[in-house]
């Protein structure tokens, strides 16, 4: 059960949990600040020493509960600020405790509305109806025993009457809960909606609407962080201009819509071919702009001519009987090459293709800079 709550991006992880072993310990210590003055008061049943047996189990639990946070273990649960068990141990510390204070129970109980406000951000509300039904249930236990064993240290009435408000703020607690919990799940909902509409924009920022291919402005950025890192030795790259041969033709022909089909099919067929490191970008129309990273002049060639071939292959369910072809020109980087001059090979290796009769891979003439 994930519990807690994305909190606000300033906020990191390890001190959120740092705030939770502050807001833990200093109700631990609280917890037993009111209990120590019940001893003082004569209103903790048992001796010094049975009060000091008491507490040093209830420090045990907190101290492991801290301990497994500092040294890192909580990062190993799916909830790794440890709401549930911080939350469930102070429930049950309280309850022992309420168990040998006399007259002032309800005094140490009241500290279970602290308790359960450290989680109100963090617990989800069937978790919160879940503790609160427990405490509710052992609070009257606790009542039965204490009155069984110790009947001249109890008024069955007055415990009753104190149990019944409780019980009351507890429900009143566990409702303001539930409508905090609706909340969260609102503005979870809200943030995740956000959240979808932020990634949309920025994806329309950057990509082509009908193609799903990143548009010309991104992929010149992209190009140019790729050749600055090309310049410093990091690598090589390829950049391969695509034509669609007769393209005008499928539109006039086929009419806009089958032209469409066929730009989106030749982005799925790009895209199935490309590696994690490459990308591609309509440039504009039928034109295309394929940037092979870190591969070589062969290897560059043959993915060329295999991507030539499979748009030769595509078929197209608005034009079963159209068949589109393409001319590509490539163009090796070389060190200290501008992209201006890059691109000019490039479009001048994609005419030769498209003047020898397209359908077909020519590769720029190899220059030096």
């Not at 309850?95 to 951000?121: N, S």
């Not at 509300?125 to 427990?134: N, R």
């Not at 498209?354 to 020519?362: A, F, L, S, T, Y």
Request: proline share 1%.
């Amino acid at each position: 059960m994930q519990n807690e709550m994305a909190s606000d991006a300033s906020i990191t992880p390890s001190n959120r949990y740092y705030q939770l072993i502050v807001t833990a310990l200093l109700g631990a210590l609280a917890h037993t600040g009111v209990c120590w003055i019940a001893l003082q008061l004569d209103f903790f049943r048992g001796s010094s020493e049975v009060f000091n047996q008491v507490f040093s189990a209830i420090w045990v639990g907190h101290l492991i509960l801290v301990g497994t946070i500092l040294v890192g273990l909580n990062r190993r649960f799916r909830d790794p600020s440890m709401s549930v068990p911080i939350i469930l141990w102070s429930t049950l510390s309280l309850l022992l405790t309420a168990y040998y204070v006399d007259q002032v129970r309800l005094c140490v109980m009241v500290l279970f509305f602290a308790i359960l406000q450290t989680g109100v951000f963090r617990l989800r509300f069937m978790s919160f109806v879940a503790i609160s039904t427990l405490c509710v249930s052992l609070y009257a236990f606790i009542i039965w025993m204490v009155a069984e064993r110790h009947p001249e240290a109890i008024d069955v009435t007055a415990e009753v009457i104190q149990w019944a408000a409780f019980t009351m703020i507890t429900v009143g607690a566990v409702m303001v809960a539930g409508e905090i919990s609706s909340i969260r799940v609102q503005l979870a909902q809200r943030n995740t909606q956000l959240e979808t509409i932020v990634d949309r924009i920025q994806d329309m920022a950057i990509r082509d609407e009908l193609t799903g291919l990143y548009n010309r402005r991104h992929a010149m950025e992209r190009l140019f962080k790729i050749r600055e890192m090309a310049n410093r030795d990091a690598f090589t790259f390829h950049a391969l201009y695509v034509d669609l041969d007769h393209f005008k033709q499928v539109n006039d022909t086929h009419g806009h819509n089958v032209g469409d089909d066929v730009l989106r099919g030749f982005s799925e067929t790009v895209r199935s071919l490309l590696s994690g490191r490459d990308f591609a970008a309509r440039l504009g129309g039928e034109e295309f702009l394929v940037v092979l990273v870190k591969s070589s002049a062969s290897e560059s060639l043959a993915f060329a001519d295999k991507l030539r071939q499979a748009i030769a292959d595509c078929r197209y369910a608005s034009a079963p009987d159209l068949r589109v072809t393409a001319s590509l020109g490539l163009a090796a980087f070389h060190k200290g090459e501008s992209l201006d001059r890059l691109l000019a090979r490039a479009d001048e290796a994609l005419y030769r293709a498209k003047n020898g009769g397209r359908n077909r891979v020519c590769a720029a003439e190899e220059v030096q800079v």
